[in-house]
């Protein structure tokens, strides 16, 4: 038998074809028919499989603590949910129904989170849901969604062979999102005219493969991007139409951009002026300019400037809406778009309506019919939930799918608020996850190829995953649980479904109309076609395809449908370095592991590449620190402190070290988590936190 899917990792969605031998031995290819990928897979595609057929870490029934010094016990998916209502009933009745949140992840279908964000706020009467995705995309959201009116990705990924110059900013996409990566490198080896200017700290697989990289000081992206906003400005590069007949606010950004010359720009960046004038003149001069970014311009104090600073040099050049042109935040998870479009945040109703708009608000609850008015404030967003777990403002957290102890800033205090909550659900597929540690219910979920349901990629394409394998055990699909509680708290009427596909339908009727519409997907409909891109109303069946690229019109969503360019100031409020902490700890993902392991680490083969955490720092830095290649160093900020081994390199800046994400706890006696470093400080409007700049210090232990 062989089944068409998606791969669950990343936000590139490449097609898998997943073939079943008759004695159930599973093997894994690129699916050539998918759009997304051509048959390509990278090292993590290549052994998904893997994760499903060795389920020694499978969770496999539910489980539940009666008091937080007993044991978890065996029960059975009826006492288990029923006791869960009873003490969500009990806290709503009590506290408000904002004393329960649930705390979700964009490895979650598009049926999940929509049934959640529907149970929550639509019959629980909270807004209190929010998504790991609130760690990696949210600044992105709130950029697009005040340059271009709604978080809307313009491009799509057959931009790549339109574009000749790339810019790729805080992003590194050669390790974090391969295949997409590698079709830039064939269309640059094809045309070597194409142009890549790589923007980052350190020197990574994207900067050596670029033509242009600018090693800037962390936190100085929006100094850069103003100089060269500058340099389009004064060397003539501005679309004086488009700007005039398309955009508002070029007056203002201009004297934001003429406030400081190129020449202290470069100084600020730790750059040379003669590169970010090479950059200026490629990106100037481009026919399809490209940018692309990820957590280098979301995860910061001034995530949300960073983004506009960035979509600003599309807006004045109107490199926008027209082949190979565009910003193109690229997506780290595989449906985090997907949770995003059915209003999986705690300021969001699905098709990108938003709680604080009272029209929308009556949209969603007349559809809904739920016993409960729509709260018009924001829930609690990802950091914020764990800071009111602490204080004792939130009773009872719900988590899905997500490893909050290793994966959120401050990890000592997420793991202090969830000791001291009163009740926490962790409902995921894999014993692995530490926070399962902390549980009072355990629920089992099913896993990918377990379950059905859908994902929209980077690209807005959406894709179907069939269901392939039984869950083992009493392992349930996620879908499934949450309606199942929702009927033990009542509201049966409403979640009274009994496939995936029904979710899906009801979800796609109440985008009708928006701007997000996808009354025409059906589940028939993706498996006859494999994958459509939003907007995909009811007329859209005719072409079968969709929506490749927004904004062709060069109107957008906006009140008066122009966009917005915004001046913005250059400033990072991230936490000082200084005497006690001189350097800045920067954080990300390393090629072959995945968020927090609990499914890369399964497989041996990935953990060949780099085997255990490190800290890569400049040799000048070690050489004061009296630090030698592979000596285990103490890594101190304000927080706390981690032990692992240090690795010199030039490829990190003097004055940055860099640590991997991914490992949890403890490894051999020592702690190494490397959010035991980075803090709760987050982007005022996106909410989304400072990963990338944290002061710290570092001495051999
Ligand atoms: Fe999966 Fe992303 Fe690799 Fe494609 S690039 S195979 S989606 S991890």
New binding site residues.
């Given amino acids: 038998m062989t089944h068409q899917t998606?791969?669950?990792?990343?936000?590139?969605?490449?097609g898998?074809v997943v073939k079943q031998e008759p004695n159930g031995r599973l093997t894994v290819e690129?699916d050539k028919e998918h759009p997304?990928?051509r048959g390509?897979?990278?090292?993590?595609?290549?052994n998904?499989h893997y994760t499903v057929m060795d389920g020694s870490d499978r969770l496999l029934y539910p489980q539940m603590r009666f008091g937080r010094s007993m044991p978890l016990q065996r029960v059975g998916w009826d006492t288990a949910l029923e006791r869960t209502a009873a003490i969500f009933k009990t806290f709503i009745q009590k506290y408000g129904p904002d004393s329960v949140a649930f705390y979700v992840s964009g490895q979650c279908l598009t049926e999940e989170y929509y049934l959640v964000n529907k149970l929550i706020k639509g019959f629980i009467g909270s807004n209190n849901i929010d998504t790991n995705s609130r760690l990696c995309m949210s600044s992105a959201v709130v950029g697009y969604k005040l340059s271009l009116g709604e978080d809307s990705v313009p491009v799509c990924y057959d931009d790549i062979e339109e574009a000749d110059v790339f810019f790729v900013q805080g992003a590194n996409p050669a390790w974090?999102?391969?295949?997409?990566w590698r079709r830039i490198e064939a269309h640059k080896t094809a045309n070597p005219h194409v142009k890549i200017i790589c923007v980052d700290p350190r020197r990574t697989d994207t900067a050596r493969s670029s033509d242009l990289h600018l090693p800037i000081r962390p936190g100085t992206d929006i100094v850069l991007n103003n100089a060269i906003g500058r340099l389009l400005i004064e060397n003539g590069f501005v679309d004086a139409d488009f700007v005039l007949d398309h955009t508002d606010g070029f007056a203002a950004y201009r004297e934001q951009v003429m406030q400081r010359t190129v020449e202290e720009a470069a100084d600020l960046c730790g750059v040379e002026a003669e590169a970010i004038q090479q950059a200026a003149a490629w990106i100037g001069r481009a026919n399809g300019f490209l940018s692309l970014w990820t957590m280098g311009l979301n995860q910061s104090v001034v995530g949300v400037n960073k983004n506009l600073s960035l979509i600003n040099l599309h807006l004045i050049t109107g490199k926008i809406g027209t082949p190979g042109n565009g910003p193109f935040s690229l997506t780290g998870q595989?449906n985090a778009m997907g949770g995003r479009e059915v209003g999986g945040l705690a300021t969001s109703l699905p098709a990108h309506r938003e709680v604080t708009n009272a029209t929308h608000r009556a949209e969603v609850e007349a559809f809904w019919q739920g016993p409960v008015n729509i709260a018009p404030k924001p829930g609690l967003t990802a950091t914020e939930m764990f800071e009111a777990l602490a204080k004792d403002e939130l009773k009872a957290i719900w988590i899905i799918n997500t490893n909050p102890m290793v994966s959120m800033p401050d990890a000592n205090a997420v793991e202090k608020a969830l000791k001291k909550a009163r009740f926490v659900v962790v409902q995921d597929v894999s014993s692995r996850a530490d926070t399962v540690a902390f549980a009072d219910v355990v629920l089992p979920a099913a896993a990918w190829l377990e379950k059905e349901g859908t994902m929209t990629?980077a690209e807005r394409r959406i894709s179907y995953l069939p269901k392939v394998l039984d869950a083992p055990g009493e392992a349930l699909p996620d879908a499934e649980i949450i309606w199942r509680f929702a009927q033990k708290m009542g509201f049966g009427e409403s979640f009274n479904y009994t496939c995936a596909s029904e979710v899906y339908q009801e979800y796609t009727r109440i985008t009708a109309g928006t701007n997000i519409d996808v009354t025409g997907v059906s589940y028939e409909l993706l498996k006859k076609h494999r994958t459509v891109q939003w907007p995909f109303p009811e007329q859209s069946k005719e072409n079968g395809v969709g929506t490749k690229r927004l904004f062709a019109d060069h109107r957008f969503y906006t009140a008066n449908g122009r966009a917005q360019i915004h001046a913005v100031p250059d400033g990072n409020a991230s936490e000082p370095t200084d005497e006690d902490f001189p350097l800045v700890l920067t954080t990300g993902r390393i090629r072959d592991q995945?968020h927090t392991m609990t499914k890369t680490g399964r497989v041996a083969k990935l953990g060949q590449h780099i085997p255990e955490p490190l800290l890569q720092i400049h040799p000048n830095d070690a050489r004061i620190r009296g630090i030698r290649e592979g000596q285990l160093v103490l890594v101190q900020g304000r927080r706390g402190e981690v032990r692992v081994k240090a690795q010199l390199t030039e490829d990190v800046r003097p004055g940055l070290c860099f640590m991997p994400m991914h490992w949890g706890k403890i490894l051999n006696n020592n702690q190494v988590r490397a959010n035991n470093l980075t803090n709760a400080l987050v982007d005022p409007r996106s909410k989304e936190p400072d990963f990338k700049f944290t002061a710290v210090e570092v001495k051999p232990y």
Avoid at 6 to 14: A, P
Avoid at 40 to 46: D, F, I, N, P, R
């Fill in positions: 998606t791969c669950c990792y990343c936000g590139v969605g490449c898998i690129g997304s990928n390509m897979l990278c090292s993590k595609g290549m998904l974090c999102h391969p295949i997409l595989p990629n995945w």
